[in-house]
Structures are given as C-alpha cells and as structure tokens.
C-alpha cells in the first residue's frame, strides 16, 4: 500500500516546524526483533501476573522472579540493532527536522542509532542500581554475566541490583518526565511513531501538545486513540514509512538552502537550542 500523499504532507510539516519532536513505543523496536511485550500476540504479561514479575515489591522481596521473567527479553536487548526508524529519525534531527525523541522504549537504539536528545520516560538499561545502598553500576556486564549463570546481579553490600528501567509501582525519572512535558509545551509538530498511545503517561502528552497547538502526525501499524485529531494518518510499518519521511525531509531542506549536505548539518548544528 503506498502512503505517498501522506509521507509527502507529513515531511512538510516537518520541515516546516520551528520544533518538532517525535514520540516513540514499541513498534519502533519490533523491527530490530525486540517484541512489544505489552501486546497480547507476544503474551509475556498473559502467562505472568505484572504485579508479581514486574514491580518494585515483588522485585525487594524476591529479585530472582523478575530476571527470570525478563530473560528472553534481556538477552534480545543485548543483540539488538538500530533498525531503519531508529535510523531515519537520527537523520531527521541531524538535518534539523526533529529536535528532540520522548520514547517508551528501555533499549537505548534511538542513541545507538546517532540520536543526540532522547528521553527515556520509562528509563533504560545501560545501569544498574543496588535497591539496599544505591550504587550505580554499568548494567549490560551484569546481565551479560546473568544470562550466562542465572544468578541474581548482587552489590557488594549483599542488594540486588535492579536495571535502571521502571517498574510497576516505581515513580517515572521525574527530570525526564518534566523535560517531555515542557518538549510538549515548545512543540509545534509531534510525530508520533510506533505507539498505540495506551500507555500512560506518554498516552497523555499528545494531549498536551495538541493543547498547545501542535499539528499531530501519527505512524503506527494500528489505529489509535488520537487518530481523529491528527493531521497525518498512516497505518503503515515504522521502518518502511519513517526512511520515506526523513529522505523527503533531507531533500527539501537541501534544495532550500541550495548547499551541500555537510554545509546544513554545520548550520542545524550552530543554531541548535542548548538546551532541547
Ligand atoms: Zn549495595
């Protein structure tokens, strides 16, 4: 199915926004083969009660239960590589198209990727913290020597160490949650790719933008919520459209300035806002 007139519509609001940001779940990850585990088909939450397996309680009073849970899933995060959304968006805010990513996702591609501002409203998985004394340490040796021995990441002063990702009965990164939600407040253009806008509170910060009269574009395979209210619908594969988008992004920008790529890269780069 081609999405011609809208990639074409969804490129020149872009390139016309005084600040688009992009909003990221999921779907951006599925097609670097990690799977969407909140949704049924991959029934990593049907076979297992959340509350037992991924919240902080249960992660204090038994570690073990949530690393055996996430196994599988870990050792995809280890393996995975940036895939061509991932891609297309660092190459949309290298040439100035997007000037910041708000993202669901806990596996850190969009940075892998070339991404400068990426906020991580779920956290990540490139630390670990100790839940008795809060030390902070590199998290992928730890899981890496995890996946090899099954025993539980402990501290030295005998706590576990918990991946810096949130779970269920854990306060969202404050700092990041109020950074995405001033990038809300500032954007004139949100693209929205690869989440069904359920889970909240990125399922709220759409809401927020549109407040304050941002111009909506949604890339998702399947319908969501806000569809009505967007400018730009495409119900399309993230890592097929997304290259489309940033490509016409490019050219435009390129053809406008009638210079070289490296010169708009310099230029984006010295009249970049500090701070995002
Ligand atoms: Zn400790």
């Not at 596996?107 to 779920?122: F, I, P, S, T, W």
Request: net charge negative.
């Amino acid at each position: 199915m081609s999405f011609e007139p809208e990639i074409e519509r969804a490129a020149a609001l872009l390139r016309n926004a005084r600040h688009a940001v992009a909003l990221t779940g999921a779907g951006v990850s599925t097609p670097s083969g990690i799977p969407d585990f909140r949704s049924p088909d991959y029934g990593l939450w049907e076979r297992n009660d959340p509350m037992i397996v991924a919240s902080i309680w249960s992660f204090r009073m038994n570690p073990q239960i949530f690393y055996s849970w996430i196994r599988p899933v870990a050792e995809l995060l280890l393996t995975a590589q940036p895939n061509p959304a991932h891609i297309a968006m660092a190459e949309m805010e290298q040439s100035g198209c997007l000037k910041s990513i708000i993202t669901q996702n806990v596996d850190g591609l969009h940075q892998r990727a070339g991404a400068q501002h990426v906020l991580e409203v779920h956290g990540h998985m490139r630390r670990a913290t100790c839940i008795r004394c809060y030390r902070e340490v590199p998290a992928m040796s730890l899981v890496a020597r995890y996946l090899l021995n099954g025993e539980t990441p402990r501290c030295e002063c005998g706590g576990a160490f918990k991946p810096n990702v949130i779970l269920m009965g854990e306060q969202l990164p404050v700092r990041v949650l109020n950074q995405a939600i001033d990038q809300m407040h500032r954007c004139d253009v949100l693209l929205v790719a690869g989440s069904s806008l359920e889970v909240v509170p990125v399922a709220d910060l759409p809401l927020l933008a549109i407040e304050h009269g941002a111009r909506l574009i949604i890339v998702n395979l399947e319908p969501t919520g806000f569809d009505p209210q967007a400018e730009v619908v495409i119900h399309g594969d993230v890592a097929d459209v997304l290259p489309l988008i940033a490509g016409q992004c490019r050219a435009t920008r390129e053809a406008a300035a009638g210079q070289p790529p490296e010169s708009i890269s310099l230029k984006a780069a010295s009249t970049e806002d500090p701070a995002i």
